[in-house]
């Protein structure tokens, strides 16, 4: 999903299909929301079955909205009904590619670029070749890419396919409060950080910054006193803070300029990160190097060198956090998730450790 068309400059002109360009002079960053919105049901309402192995969801672990569909497959135990495909770090203006895999082809569609499937799906296809995207294996074809509805449909659509003691990450009970927490989140803090990192003017930057703070602060009284965001077990909205949070002292802070403070500065929000970082299915989805290679290395108009750099340190991520005190229950009356799959492990020196 990083991929996405800067807004317009009241010129008209923009910067996307620009390779390394991601901010338009003049303009705020306005994200391109076209998705392919079709979804995979079990009742194939959109003419698209829940089907163990006939989907590939595809990813890149350096993205923040693929990464939020890593973490709930693992967590809901999706793994032998839903395979994965992990893109590089980097893309050009054309796709993201399997530049990881063996000869730099995804194993199971048979492509080197994730722009083939989208193609596949419609020929004349204009639109961001963003990751997450579910493909259709016999056809290779991309069924959906609109993250937001993705994960929410693993948790109510796949549950045929759940593991044993898989958490429920979106109970019918909590919803509403759920998807209210969720839109903010996701307003002020997981595009607040892009408004704040492709600003094209002064002003918009200073407004960007401003929303996202005052975001940082709410959230930062608001689990001061509780283990969740929602209720007293991990559901959706956590997931979804979690991802841009992990990315904050390493990209956020100095290559978007979201700097008035660091993770580590917020006490209680650098405590709940920590624990949900080690926490199964979280930290241990969480690629460092891969994180850092995107943004300062595909980001040329806003670091033109392409430079990357070596820090921050990142033992921290794996101190102890003390946020059982608050009490709750992560994975509710179910289970956490056994050991990553062989296939499926960050490469050694890529996390925390």
């Known amino acids: 999903m990083d991929q996405s068309p800067a807004e317009p400059a009241p010129d008209g002109t923009s910067a996307h299909g620009q390779p390394g360009v ?8 306005e994200r391109d929301t076209r998705y392919l919105t079709t979804r995979i049901t079990a009742d194939g309402r959109d003419g698209w079955h829940v089907e163990a ?13 693929a990464s939020r569909a890593i973490v709930v497959r693992r967590l809901l135990g ?9 893109c590089g770090p980097t893309h050009d203006e054309r796709s993201w590619t399997f530049d990881l895999d063996p000869g730099g082809v995804d194993p ?24 997450p995207a579910i493909v259709d294996v016999p056809s290779g074809a991309v069924v959906t890419n609109d993250f937001a509805q993705i994960t929410l449909d693993l948790s109510t659509q796949w549950t045929a396919h759940h593991r044993p003691g898989a958490p429920d990450l979106y109970p019918d009970a909590l919803r509403d409060q759920i998807d209210e927490v969720s839109d903010e989140i996701y307003r002020d803090v997981n595009n607040g950080v892009y408004r704040c990192g492709f600003a094209g003017s002064q002003e918009s930057y200073d407004r960007a ?11 930062e009284e608001r689990l001061a006193g509780r283990r969740y965001l929602v209720g007293d077990t991990i559901t959706e909205a956590d997931v979804r803070l979690f991802t841009t949070l992990v990315r904050f002292d390493v990209v956020y802070h100095g290559h978007f300029k979201c700097n008035r ?11 709940y990160a920590r624990d ?34 070596r820090g921050p340190r990142l033992g921290g991520w794996l101190a102890p956090h003390g946020r059982q005190a608050l009490g709750g ?13 062989a296939d499926e492990r960050v490469p050694a020196g890529h996390g925390a450790g």
Not at 78 to 86: F, I, P, T
């Open 329 to 341: 229950r992560p994975f509710g009356d179910g289970t956490a998730p056994g050991p990553v799959r």
């Open 108 to 131: 199971v569609l048979g492509i080197e670029r994730l722009r083939d499937a989208y193609l596949r799906r419609d020929p004349q296809y204009e639109r961001g070749i963003t990751v």
């Open 209 to 219: 910054f401003t929303r996202l703070f005052a975001a940082l602060d709410r959230l």
């Open 53 to 65: 192995g006939r989907y590939r969801l595809v990813v890149s672990r350096a993205c923040p909205w």
């Open 78 to 86: 999706l793994e032998d009904a839903l395979s994965m495909g992990v």
């Open 261 to 271: 403070d660091r993770l580590t500065d917020l006490p209680v929000l650098w405590a």
């Open 22 to 29: 991601y901010s338009t002079p003049g303009a705020g960053f």
């Open 276 to 309: 949900l970082f080690q926490t199964p299915g979280f930290g241990d989805t969480v690629d460092f190097v891969d994180i850092k290679r995107h943004y300062y290395e595909v980001h040329r108009d806003i670091n033109p060198s392409g430079i990357v750099p």
